[in-house]
């Protein structure tokens, strides 16, 4: 069975800056990307960056929300492991629950439960 669990969440002043980590526990065949989203309370689920697992020549591409572009950094690990999400400068409007998916061409999509991120002085 496969798990994906966020951590890294928190309180957080503005212009501080967070790590989310995303750790996959199980397997998951033939995964094209890897990603995070938000939701803030009342709001629809938003993409915040993702990034498509190429092969060994082209590489990864990233892609980010315009809001976050220059602030947040994405990254995975090599081995599909996990993917993790760097917050810089943030701000009170990124408050919000940040979720990791990967989606996989031959299993789906898989969702993680959610971390926290409130900026708030």
């Known amino acids: 069975q496969v798990h994906l669990v966020e951590s890294g969440g928190g309180l957080v002043q503005p212009g501080g800056s967070l790590r989310l980590s995303c750790v996959i526990s199980?397997?998951?065949?033939?995964?094209?990307?890897m990603g995070w989203y938000r939701q803030a309370p009342g709001k629809q689920r938003d993409m915040v960056a993702i990034?498509?697992?190429?092969?060994?020549?082209?590489?990864?591409?990233?892609a980010y929300a315009n809001s976050v572009q220059g602030r947040f950094t994405i990254s995975a690990d090599n081995a599909n492991n996990a993917v993790y999400l760097q917050m810089n400068s943030l701000k009170p409007e990124d408050t919000a629950t940040y979720y990791c998916?990967?989606?996989?061409?031959?299993?789906?999509?898989?969702w993680g439960q959610g971390t926290q991120v409130t900026v708030s002085s």
């Open positions: 998916k990967v989606i996989s061409s031959r299993a789906g999509d898989f």
């Open positions: 199980g397997s998951i065949p033939n995964i094209v990307s």
């Open positions: 990034i498509t697992r190429n092969d060994r020549i082209r590489g990864d591409r990233t």
